[in-house]
């Protein structure tokens, strides 16, 4: 599952994994090409072997035994790469403070062997080849006057190399380009992440958790759009109370509270149309828009609702909790272009009459003759 998850995320932002692919490629080619010096590697190597003129035939064995303990051919390589011996071949170079500051020199020991690897790296492989072969034979003449029995010598010139080992702009492209897909993935897998968040939140403003009915705000934003886009419209509003569980709702468990209010939204969806707005006003209240609905035919619509959301039901499956919500409802439709603060006041007052009254349980606001109806 979460590999169908993560592909399906890859499906919907391929666009973004390929922006990310070419413009890291893209940035390797134009940072190789304009930004990064071509360095080149010159490497020699020399061999380390008893010097028999200077030790009898009988001491060859000795001198070949005290080879392979290692010691002499370090001793050799941190010699060929020692301040004395570079400080001294550029003086017989003649070169000036700073004009090979861009070459490094490296030495390694050939493991289970007695050759030693010199290597020069910087821009130009030709001074680098120069640089090698030069170090290395001011260090073998450098050696030859301190050590007598052990002899080093070249095994291999460095010659200029054709292709650098650093600027290889392709292979770096390869690289950049599977960075970049994985960039391109991470971003792809946080955008969506990230709208999914953003999503649940403007989710959590427009829907009631508890009740999945419109939140408050964007019920009156909808009765706004319509007022709005049909000036002239008839619409009635209206005011539902849960007076049944007024007394015990604080100490209700949360699920059942869900259930209650789940129950009363789904109810009111069922009976009214498809275009009609049911919204949490608050705690105990719902809130319906019915648009183009005059107040008598909104009347007659709620009380059958009323009936309906009337009837005891139970919160459990053994019927041991029983509900009786008592709805009460107040109505006040639109009859001379009133805003929803207006309709809303109207609809509150009708409810109150509700309350009050024993019989009439929806009651619809009239201007005349006595406020109420």
């Known amino acids: 599952m979460e590999i169908k998850f993560y592909l399906r995320i890859i499906q919907r932002s391929w666009w973004m994994i390929l922006i990310s692919a070419l413009l890291a490629v893209n ?24 010097n028999l003129k200077n ?9 070949l035994q005290a080879l392979d303990k290692r010691s002499i051919i370090s001793t050799y390589a941190e010699v060929l790469n020692s301040s004395q011996v570079i400080n001294g071949t550029m003086e017989l170079l003649f070169a000036k403070p700073g004009q090979f500051i861009e070459y490094t020199t490296a ?29 290395g034979q001011y260090a073998i003449n450098y050696i030859k006057n301190l ?3 052990y002899n080093i010598d070249f095994l291999d010139k460095a010659s200029a190399v ?3 080992y650093q600027h290889q702009p392709f292979q770096d492209a390869g690289l950049a380009l599977l960075v970049g897909l994985v960039v391109g993935v991470g971003l792809a897998i946080f955008r969506d992440q990230l709208s999914s968040s953003l999503s649940k939140l403007s989710q959590r403003n427009i829907i009631d958790a508890e009740s999945l009915a419109y939140s408050r705000t964007h019920f009156e934003r909808l009765v706004r ?91 459990d499956a053994n019927g041991e909790f029983d509900v009786k919500l008592d709805p009460r409802i107040g109505l006040a439709d639109r009859q001379n272009g009133e805003f929803i603060p207006v309709l809303m006041s109207r609809a509150e007052e009708a409810l109150g009459v509700s309350l009050q009254s024993s019989k009439e349980k929806v009651c619809l606001y009239k201007i005349q003759p006595f406020g109420l109806s």
Do not use: C
């Not at 030790?55 to 001198?63: A, E, F, G, K, P």
């Not at 010199?118 to 821009?123: D, I, N, R």
């Open 225 to 315: 759009q319509d007022i709005a886009n049909h000036p002239e419209s008839v619409l009635t509003v209206g005011l539902i109370q849960l007076s049944g569980i007024e007394e015990y709702y604080d100490s209700l468990p949360q699920a059942y509270i869900n259930q209650i209010m789940r129950k009363v939204n789904e109810t009111m969806k069922y009976q009214l149309r498809g275009n009609d707005v049911v919204g949490r006003w608050s705690q105990l209240q719902f809130s319906v828009f019915l648009p183009s609905t005059d107040g008598l035919s909104a009347k007659r619509r709620m009380a059958r609702i009323s009936e309906v959301l009337g009837q005891t039901f139970s919160l």
């Open 27 to 50: 940035l390797s080619l134009v940072y190789s090409y304009y930004f990064v010096t071509p360095m080149y590697e010159s490497v020699a190597r020399f061999i380390v072997s008893p």
């Open 55 to 63: 030790i009898d035939s009988r001491d060859l064995v000795n001198s």
């Open 147 to 149: 050590y007598l029995i």
């Open 107 to 135: 030495v390694t020991v050939l493991p289970d062997a007695n050759i030693i690897r010199l290597s020069v790296k910087g821009p130009d492989p030709q001074v680098a080849a120069m640089l090698a072969n030069s170090i």
């Open 162 to 164: 054709v292709e650098p």
